[in-house]
């Protein structure tokens, strides 16, 4: 299918776990994102990724780690799991910045419970 | 840096009233504005978008015209409907990098 999915949509995990969300995209936009969502806060951007292989850090990095070995690909791990990470996670990726106005696309997102 | 501020919420309003969404910025360097909307339940979508200076987005039956003298982008509908309950968010993005910064958003409830 067309887009940008990620998986799983629901996942409760314990305190110390690690764990993996991930986000796939058909299109091959040069760029994709990691956001988490959270009341009062709207979204934050977690990294960010310019191509394979060129990760950044965005707003609020810490605690996780991302990798991009394919363009489509683009897994967030959270090492070690803590309740603050309690979150909707978002998953976006858009084309490279030739255009001022480039729309970014979003997954369905990732409800995360740390319990 | 760079920062979005958008009106508090919730708002609730009737069906066919006029709507209003403020929302102003800060950027370091010249930046493209958007509306995102989410739907319960989903993911994100471009509602509208302006690249420049004056320039009114539209979709919908939304408008919001880039005002750089003020800094803001507010979001206008002029009869809104009951469908149109979702989630709002404004955010920039600097022409020079890919990421979004977004606001906190605001939650409309459009009642019949």
């Known amino acids: 299918d067309a887009g940008i999915t990620q998986s799983p949509r629901y996942k409760i995990t314990e305190t110390g776990r690690q764990v993996t969300l991930m986000c796939h995209q058909t299109w091959s936009h040069s760029y994709m994102f990691w956001y988490r969502q959270d ?5 934050r951007l977690i990294y960010y990724s310019a191509a394979a292989d060129i990760t950044d850090k965005g707003e609020v990095p810490d ?3 991302v ?6 690909n683009f897994p967030l791990t959270l090492e070690s799991a803590t309740r603050s990470q309690t979150s909707v996670y978002f998953c976006a990726s858009s084309e490279a910045q030739k255009d001022r106005g480039a729309e970014a696309f979003f997954g369905q997102g990732t409800r995360l419970t740390v319990v | 840096g760079n920062s979005v501020t958008q009106m508090e919420g919730p708002v609730t309003l009737s ?6 969404i403020n929302c102003t910025y800060t950027a370091t360097g010249y930046p493209s504005l958007f509306w995102y909307v989410q739907y319960p339940g989903e993911g994100l979508q471009l509602l509208l978008k302006a690249t420049k200076a004056d320039d009114k987005g539209s979709n919908k039956g939304f408008e919001a015209t880039y005002r750089k003298e003020t800094t803001s982008f ?3 509908k002029g009869s809104v409907q009951v469908s ?10 600097i022409a020079s990098y890919g990421k979004l910064t977004f606001g906190q958003g605001t939650i409309l409830t459009v009642h019949p």
């Open chain 1, 63 to 65: 605690g996780y780690v």
């Open chain 1, 67 to 72: 990798s991009r070995s394919k363009t489509e």
């Open chain 1, 39 to 43: 009341l009062g806060h709207g979204l």
């Open chain 2, 15 to 20: 069906e066919e009233a006029f709507l209003t």
């Open chain 2, 74 to 76: 507010h979001l206008e």
């Open chain 2, 84 to 93: 149109d309950s979702a989630v709002y968010f404004c955010a920039l993005r």
